[in-house]
């Protein structure tokens, strides 16, 4: 099983041209969207998070459940869900502001267990640098690459929730020793100032780095260099596109039993590019539709 940590929220959307443009709200956050896109592929999936009992977290769940993703070990509590406004632009990439203050998620606590059978952990997000969650999100981070399980991390970079940036930096530094597989946008490597060298000599064993409709790179520890182009597609917007990118790496890596970090070294230039590949068509098929709206395994066929 892969167990998704980390938020979910709603995505308010608009509909139109405008700062008063009708707003319609879409179940997101970047954990709950690679949960969601997991569970869609056909991957064992659970989600561990905290979510509101309001109206928005009864319908984050049961989208969730519709995947077919376990949320027996989802928290609950009484305050209100995260909201994130979206602005989208011209090209279809959007930008947030966030309505975080005493909302459920950020009460998030550290679980006491995993599922038995968990294979890997992936982590990132709002869920990385809001206090006291976050703190919390990081012992699991710790704790689950000390007792040997894949983690994954694609810290997504909100820069409107990040109020001292060298802090934060530091912070993602320390994680690296607790990260097999790192994933991160082409803006995110900039933003950090790091280079992949640089963190696979911290800690991962794999660094992917999504380059928009340029397509996708991953660097190893042996120093190879892999790269696939984008997938051609009509972009409507591009939310959830890196989350489904998150999700299909991790769905293809489970399926070639490859959650670990000598089965990332060994995967070699073909698989690599396999993988990529089929990462490229997912994530060009949510793009290709309004909201985080991942695909469904049979709508990618073989891989």
């Known amino acids: 099983m892969i167990v998704v940590a980390g938020e979910a929220l709603i ?4 509909q139109g041209a405008g700062a008063l443009a009708a707003l319609r709200p879409a179940l997101g956050g970047g954990p709950y969207n690679t949960a969601l ?16 009992y309001d109206a928005f977290g009864e319908a984050l769940l049961d989208g969730l459940r ?29 930008a947030y502001s966030f309505y975080v203050e005493g909302t459920a998620d950020r009460l ?27 703190g919390a999100y990081e012992r699991l981070m710790r704790r689950t690459a000390e007792q040997g399980v894949f983690t994954a991390l694609d810290p997504n970079i909100r820069t409107g929730l990040i109020p001292d940036a060298d802090a934060y930096r530091a912070r ?19 933003w950090l100032g790091g280079t992949p060298r640089e963190w696979l000599a911290a800690g991962p064993s794999a660094v992917v780095i999504t380059r928009g409709g340029d397509g996708l790179t991953v660097h190893t520890r042996d120093g190879a260099e892999h790269s696939v182009p984008g997938e051609p597609v009509d972009v409507v917007d591009t939310i959830g596109a890196g989350d489904t990118v998150n999700a299909a790496l991790l769905h293809g890596l489970a399926a070639w039993d490859a959650l670990s970090p000598e089965a990332l070294t060994a995967l ?28 469904y395994a049979p709508e990618l066929g073989e891989w």
């Open 11 to 14: 995505d308010l959307v608009p």
């Open 37 to 52: 896109a997991l569970g869609r592929l056909g991957s064992p999936t659970a989600f561990c998070s905290r979510t509101s």
């Open 66 to 94: 519709k995947a077919g993703v376990d949320v027996s070990h989802v928290q609950r509590g009484p305050e209100p869900t995260t909201l994130a406004v979206a602005t989208v632009d011209g090209h279809g990439s959007a």
């Open 108 to 134: 998030f606590t550290e679980p006491d267990r995993l599922p038995p059978t968990t294979r890997a952990v992936s982590f990132g997000t709002c869920s990385l640098v809001l206090e006291p969650g976050a």
């Open 172 to 190: 993602f530094a320390g994680w690296l020793p607790s990260v097999t597989l790192l994933k991160l946008s082409e803006e995110d490597a900039r």
């Open 268 to 295: 070699g230039p073909e698989r690599w590019t396999r993988l990529l590949r089929f990462a490229a068509r997912a994530a060009a098929i949510t793009c290709s539709r309004a909201g985080a709206e991942p695909p």
